[in-house]
């Protein structure tokens, strides 16, 4: 699966100096926290929502709903080594309680829960990451169809380097993924990845950057279901501050992966492609902005080697005071899988209305509405979704 990311920053000093220095020194001075342990702070948080969803197994007929309660709490914790080494952590927890169908009740671990720890060696800056998160949500799985869950655990450790030369950035990103499903129904699914993502990048003024991303992937499965493979993807990408209130960033490029043949799924197909993505960023006054992106990217199949996955999103954002911020969103994707014996074709389509208002500098209360419509051949891998979500935060 590839993913390239919008480019940071796009305005920055170099990394290199004594400007970085000062930047690194400065982390951690301002940082808000809660508690202090010598040379660590530590931050925390705690939330509680309430979901009605009105499908929650994601059928196209004989829907069930149920009401979702979610209890979290998230630690932020930020430990300056030395002025120019620092170690974060990020952990957050919650518990999933299904009012009417507890067998679904599960322990959350966030997809934001992550250890980073920045460190020099000369003039090149050295990240060492390691994300990981416990998830049950089936919808953020595009091409799952009847199913209340999908139970997994992810890691992904590496290590990134970046060397910037003022007016050229090099760096070369390594990460070791890992994906465990816990449920039996898709345990075929587990896997282990290694991925090498070199990129340069060449600051054309202070609000244009471009260059060359590459990323090569090797991805095994633990079953002799999916079939293994190898990825490799190249292009150019530019990011452009074309005024205060417009930016755009585009990526594009070759995509191409061999797969292994002889597992399960009988598909044998393998990629050599394009992939592509473009985004805007406008501000169209000082209460509103927008924001929009497209593209075409290949991820990895349910029952296929692959799916390709062509999207379009919407989003737009209104402050309607200094505390309460109201926003919208529109969705749509085509996800078009590759030759296996079983395999969809399908579209999905999504509108949501979210609102937020801060009480006060610690309380904060939002509401979220989704409407999800999917459209699939075989028809029965269709289905339609409400979910409204209330939800409070507090900042202590």
Do not use: C
Request: proline share 3%.
């Amino acid at each position: 699966m590839i993913n390239h990311a919008a480019a940071q920053g796009i305005e920055r000093e170099s990394l290199s100096g004594e400007s970085v220095a000062q930047q690194l020194q400065q982390q951690g001075i301002n940082q808000p926290y809660n508690l202090r342990l010598g040379p660590v702070t530590l931050r925390a948080e705690a939330d509680l929502t309430a979901d009605f969803n009105d499908n929650i197994g994601l059928t196209k007929d004989g829907r069930t709903a149920d009401i979702i309660l979610t209890p979290g709490a998230v630690l932020n914790a930020h430990w300056k080594v030395s002025d120019l080494n620092h170690l974060d952590l990020v952990l957050g927890l919650g518990y999933e309680a299904y009012l009417f169908h507890s067998q679904y009740n599960s322990l959350l671990l966030s997809p934001d829960s992550e250890a980073q720890f920045n460190f020099f060696v000369g003039d090149v800056i050295l990240t060492l990451h390691d994300s990981f998160s416990y998830q049950q949500d089936p919808t953020a799985i595009a091409q799952l169809s009847n199913q209340t869950r999908l139970s997994r655990w992810q890691n992904d450790a590496g290590l990134r380097a970046t060397w910037d030369l003022d007016d050229i950035i090099l760096s070369l990103d390594y990460d070791h993924a890992n994906l465990w499903v816990t449920q039996s129904t898709y345990d075929y699914l587990s896997n282990q990845s290694d991925t090498f993502a070199p990129k340069v990048t060449v600051k054309v003024d202070s609000s244009i950057n471009t260059g060359v991303e590459t990323s090569v992937s090797d991805v095994r499965y633990e079953q002799n279901f999916e079939n293994d493979y190898v990825s490799l993807s190249v292009g150019p990408f530019v990011t452009a501050k074309i005024s205060d209130n417009l930016s755009v960033d585009a990526h594009a490029g070759g995509y191409f992966s061999d797969y292994s043949t002889g597992g399960g799924n009988g598909d044998s197909q393998n990629v050599s492609s394009f992939y592509g993505n473009a985004g805007v960023t406008h501000r169209i006054n000082d209460f509103i902005s927008e924001s929009a992106t497209v593209g075409r990217e290949f991820i990895p199949g349910l029952t296929s080697n692959f799916t390709q996955r062509v999207y379009a999103n919407y989003t737009a954002t209104w402050q309607a005071t200094p505390d309460i911020n109201v926003g919208g969103n529109l969705l749509w994707e085509n996800l078009d899988d590759s030759d296996a014996v079983d395999r969809e074709d399908s579209n999905r389509y999504g509108a949501g209305l979210s609102a937020s208002d801060n009480l006060n500098q610690h309380l904060t209360l939002s509401f979220n509405y989704q409407y999800l419509i999917k459209d699939a051949s075989p028809s029965y891998l269709g289905y339609q979704q409400n979910s409204a979500t209330f939800g409070a935060r507090y900042q202590f």
